[in-house]
C-alpha cells in the first residue's frame, strides 16, 4: 500500500467515526425501539387529544334519516367484523357520548337510544349534532349526503354531493338485474337524478346531449352556488370500474341520441356513454374549483368489485396534465390497496382521506397503516371517519366515536414507534399529527388555520 493511499484512509475512518458518533448524538433511525414507547405514546396522546379534527368525509344524521347516503346497504350483506352492531365498542362510544346506563344492546335497552335521538330529532335545531361534533373536538365534518338536513348546523358541517346519478340517465333494466346490490344501487341513482331533474325542472330528458351536459352542469352549479356545496363526490367504484376512458363526443352523443327515448343501451354503450359524462362532470368541478372525491377502497355489498374498484385504475386520470387544477381526494385511502393510494398522492393535486379504515380496523392494525403512510405524503393525507348510522338506536353518533377514538390511539402509536426508532424527533411527529388531522384539509377546502 503507498503512503499517500495509507494516509487517505486513516483520514476517512477519522472521519466516519465523527459522521457515527454525530449520528448517534442528532437521528439515525434504528429498526428496533429505545426508551420508553409506553410514555412516549402517552405524552403524544394527550397533545394529539388537543388537536380540533377536520372530519374529511361522515354521514351525519338520525337513524331514519334516508338522505345519508344517494344508495343504501344491499340486504344481508356480510358486514365486516367490527362494524357489527353487536360490537361492544359501540356500548363504550354510547356511553362515552350519551351517557347511555346500559352495557348491551338488548332490544329493550337499546330503545333507551332510539328514544333519545328521536327526541333530539322531534325538538329541531343544530344543537344535538353541534354537542356531539364538541365532545369528540371535531371542529369541521364534510357531510357526504343526498341532500342537507335543517338539523345539521352549515357552519360545522359541510356538505359534499353526489353526482353519480348523471352516469345513469337510459332505461337501466339491465343493470339492476346484474347482482342483488344493483338491485338496490341502481334505483337509487335514479331517483336521485329525479331529485336533481326535479330541482333544476327538468322534465323528461333533455333534446340533445347538449341539454344533457347544461342539466348536469347547472345542477353542480346550483348545488355549491344555492346549497353550499364544497365537493363532489363519486361512489362509481360500486357500479362498474374505476378505469375511465376518453371517448370523443360525437359518439357519446349518438348514444345519448339512440337512447334518449328508450330502449336497452349494451354494456359497452353505456360504459362508453359514462367516460364522456365522467368527463364532463371533472371538466366543471375545475371551473367551479370544486375537489373531485372518490370511493377508492373495498366497497360494502357481497359484490363489490375489488379489481374494478382498486384506486389504481384511476392511475391515469390522477396523472393526466389536463386535469391538474383538479384536486382530487382518494377517500377511505384505497384500502386495502392504502400503499397504492399512499404513492398516488406523489401527485401535487391528489389527497387521501383515511376514512372508514378508522372504523373497520383496530387500533394496532390501523397503527401500522399510518406509520407507513406519515413517511410517504404526509402533506397530502387527511382525516375522516366515514360516520353512519347504522340502525334507529345506533346513529352516526357512535361510529363518530369509534373512528376518532380508534385514529387519535393509532397515531400516537405510530408516532410513539417513529420517535423511539429514531426517524422522527417528537416535535417533528406533532407537527405531523396536526397536518393530518386538521391542517391538510383546512388548507385544501381554502379555510383559515
Ligand atoms: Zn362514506
Not at 360500486?238 to 370523443?248: I, Q, V
Not at 383538479?326 to 387521501?352: D, I, M, Q, R, S
Not at 346513529?395 to 390511539?409: L, N, V
Amino acid at each position: 500500500m503507498n503512503r499517500k493511499l495509507a494516509m487517505s484512509l486513516v483520514a476517512m475512518m477519522a472521519a466516519i467515526q465523527v459522521l457515527a458518533g454525530a449520528g448517534a448524538a442528532r437521528g439515525q433511525s434504528r429498526p428496533f425501539p429505545t426508551g420508553d414507547v409506553q410514555k412516549t405514546y402517552e405524552r403524544l396522546l394527550a397533545k394529539i387529544e388537543k388537536i380540533p379534527l377536520y372530519d374529511n368525509h361522515a354521514h351525519p344524521g338520525f337513524g331514519d334519516d334516508t338522505d345519508v347516503d344517494a344508495m343504501a346497504a344491499p340486504p344481508d350483506e356480510s358486514s365486516l367484523y367490527r362494524v357489527r352492531d353487536d360490537n361492544p365498542e359501540f356500548v363504550t362510544a354510547a356511553k362515552a357520548l350519551l351517557n347511555y346506563p346500559y352495557d348491551d344492546f338488548k332490544p329493550e335497552h337499546a330503545k333507551w337510544l332510539a328514544d333519545k335521538s328521536k327526541a333530539a330529532e322531534a325538538a329541531g335545531g343544530t344543537k344535538y349534532f353541534d354537542e356531539i361534533l364538541d365532545k369528540l373536538n371535531i371542529e369541521t365534518c364534510l357531510a357526504n349526503r343526498a341532500m342537507m338536513p335543517a338539523y345539521l348546523d352549515t357552519k360545522r358541517f359541510h356538505w359534499v354531493f353526489f353526482v353519480d346519478s348523471f352516469f345513469f340517465p337510459f332505461d337501466n333494466t339491465e343493470r339492476t338485474s346484474s347482482t342483488p346490490d344493483m338491485g338496490v344501487y341502481v334505483p337509487l341513482q335514479e331517483k336521485m337524478l329525479g331529485r336533481y331533474k326535479k330541482l333544476e325542472n327538468v322534465h323528461g330528458l333533455p333534446a340533445d346531449l347538449a341539454g344533457y351536459e347544461d342539466f348536469l352542469r347547472r345542477t353542480m352549479a346550483d348545488n355549491q352556488k344555492l346549497r353550499g356545496g364544497v365537493a363532489i363526490k363519486f361512489e362509481a367504484a360500486y357500479f362498474r370500474t374505476l378505469y375511465f376512458t376518453d371517448p370523443p363526443r360525437a359518439t357519446a352523443e349518438a348514444i345519448y341520441a339512440k337512447y334518449r327515448a328508450g330502449g336497452v343501451p349494451s354494456q359497452e354503450e353505456y360504459r362508453v356513454f359514462q367516460d364522456y359524462i365522467f368527463r364532463v362532470l371533472i371538466d366543471q368541478a375545475e371551473k367551479l374549483n370544486l375537489p373531485v372525491h372518490f370511493h377508492s377502497a373495498v366497497g360494502i355489498g357481497d359484490y363489490f368489485s375489488l379489481r374494478q374498484g382498486n384506486v389504481l385504475n384511476l392511475e391515469n386520470v390522477l396523472r393526466d396534465q389536463r386535469y391538474k387544477k383538479v384536486n382530487f381526494v382518494l377517500l377511505h385511502g384505497g384500502w386495502p390497496y392504502y400503499k397504492e393510494a399512499g404513492l398516488l398522492t406523489a401527485v401535487k393535486n391528489v389527497y387521501l382521506d383515511t376514512s372508514f379504515q378508522s372504523e373497520v380496523l383496530y387500533p394496532s392494525q390501523f397503527k401500522e397503516v399510518l406509520k407507513q403512510l406519515i413517511t410517504l405524503f404526509p402533506d397530502k393525507m387527511m382525516f375522516g371517519t366515514d360516520a353512519f348510522p347504522f340502525n334507529d338506536a345506533l346513529g352516526a353518533e357512535e361510529s363518530f366515536w369509534i373512528a376518532t377514538y380508534t385514529t387519535r390511539t393509532a397515531l400516537a402509536a405510530a408516532l410513539a414507534e417513529l420517535v423511539c426508532e429514531g426517524a422522527l424527533s417528537e416535535e417533528k411527529a406533532l407537527e405531523l399529527a396536526h397536518l393530518y388531522l386538521h391542517d391538510n384539509a383546512a388548507k385544501l377546502y381554502g379555510e383559515k388555520q
